[in-house]
T-cell receptor, first 111, second 118 residues
Framework: DAKTTQPPSMDCAEGRAANLPCNHS???????VYWYRQIHSQGPQYIIH???NNETNEMASLIITEDRKSSTLILPHATLRDTAVYYC????????????FGQGTRLTINP | EAGVVQSPRYKIIEKKQPVAFWCNPI?????LYWYLQNLGQGPELLIR????????DSQLPKDRFSAERLKGVDSTLKIQPAELGDSAVYLC????????????????FGAGTRLSVL
């Protein structure tokens, strides 16, 4: 699985959009980008995934660059409950392989 | 629908004692995972089950760790004897498994068991 690089920490004001970047310059053609987050004292929670098109669901939007070497997770209206560690993971979708977590980005939403 | 259930949430033991963690996956999920999460780090896979078969246990320290998934549903992870360095959060996850779900083969995690070895 391709390696990802994320900033260790970010801050965002409540009500603003939080934009979390992820670099995955060695991504292969069949690898998807997945985002999970982990709120304090909880297990990781799936947010969204995509291959090459932008994706949106009720939690967030995922923007993947045309060359697929980087992506951005967007939380459109961040709330205090969005404070968590956000993990960007790249993997092939086939089978049930393990998730390889990096250090993630610790996002703090400030009131 | 109930998510992945783990128990206990917290466990404190003295070194050299045995300890066991239990996991009940989401109903219908064939694949079950045990992850270890050290403080400040992302989770790392210990073992993966497809039904009752352990298909990836390469990261499981087999001298002291063991796991089972009888009947392909619930699973137990055991440490005997525990060492100070085993203090961590032990996470269980489940997914539909195999090629059935493709890119949507999402892993769902339990809240974890926080182990403290004194």
């Amino acid at each position: 699985d391709a390696k990802t690089t994320q900033p260790p920490s970010m801050d965002c004001a409540e009500g603003r959009a939080a934009n979390l970047p992820c670099n995955h310059s060695t991504i292969s053609g069949n690898e998807y980008v997945y985002w999970y987050r982990q709120i304090h004292s909880q297990g990781p929670q799936y947010i969204i995934h995509g291959l090459k098109n932008n994706e949106t669901n009720e939690m967030a939007s995922l923007i993947i660059t045309e060359d697929r070497k980087s992506s951005t997770l967007i939380l459109p209206h961040a709330t205090l409950r969005d404070t968590a560690v956000y993990y960007c993971i790249v993997r092939v979708p086939q089978g049930a392989q393990k998730l390889v977590f990096g250090q993630g980005t610790r996002l703090t939403i400030n009131p | 629908e109930a998510g992945v259930v783990q128990s206990p949430r917290y466990k404190i033991i003295e070194k050299k004692q045995p300890v066991a963690f239990w996991c009940n996956p989401i109903s219908g999920h064939n694949t079950l995972y045990w992850y270890l999460q050290n403080l400040g780090q992302g989770p790392e896979l210990l073992i993966r089950y497809e039904n009752e078969e352990a298909v990836d246990d390469s990261q499981l320290p087999k001298d002291r760790f063991s796991a089972e998934r009888l009947k392909g549903v619930d699973s137990t992870l055991k440490i005997q004897p525990a060492e100070l360095g085993d203090s961590a959060v032990y996470l269980c996850a489940s997914s539909l498994g195999g090629g059935r779900a493709g890119a949507k083969n999402i892993q769902y995690f339990g809240a974890g068991t926080r182990l403290s070895v004194l």
